[in-house]
């Protein structure tokens, strides 16, 4: 499976180099990954002949085997993917957002669905969950006062106390 790990800013210098910006701060696995794709499909990729960091914050310098600068103008904008396997087992109680998103979102004393996580939005201290039901979209904080578990394995997240969240954001959103 392949996510979407980065997005290429433009080139640097002449010799073919991209400046490419990874969408986690988390990145010194980056140093461990051969392959970059160009689509979720894998069709087309390239090999990594060198990765450092680069000029600014959250910066890094990939060139590309094979790949002059006139190629590099080309890839400005594009959306670098990763296959997953390439992907740092995460710590206990970590998880990536490509596992959590479609998750069922399950009250844990009523049993209720209230939807399906659609989007996740780092905002700080702590992640929303956007979730998507058949009455409309409204957000859950990552924090233990709503989220009391998540399971990776069946795609369920249980919550609790979310009632007036979901009123006030649907509500909200019909007005």
Do not use: C
């Amino acid at each position: 499976m392949l996510v979407p790990i980065g997005k290429i800013l433009g080139t640097h210098g002449l010799k073919g180099e991209v400046k490419f910006s990874p969408f986690s701060l988390d990145f010194d696995f980056l140093f461990a990954i051969q392959r970059f794709y160009l689509s979720k499909k894998g069709d087309r990729f390239f090999e990594v002949e060198s990765l450092r960091q680069g000029p600014g914050f959250n910066v890094f310098l990939i060139k590309f085997k094979g790949v002059n600068y006139e190629e590099a103008q080309s890839l400005k904008n594009l959306i670098l993917y990763i296959d997953t396997k390439d992907l740092p087992q995460p710590e206990e109680g970590e998880f990536y957002y490509y596992q959590v998103l479609g998750a069922l979102v399950i009250d844990e004393k009523s049993g209720k669905i209230w939807g399906k996580v659609k989007e996740i939005m780092p905002v700080g201290e702590y992640d929303l969950f956007l979730v998507e039901s058949d009455s409309g979209s409204f957000y859950i904080p990552l924090v233990e006062e709503f989220v009391k578990d998540i399971n990776l394995l069946e795609k369920k997240i249980l919550v609790r106390s979310i009632e007036d969240l979901f009123k006030v954001q649907v509500s909200k959103n019909e007005v």
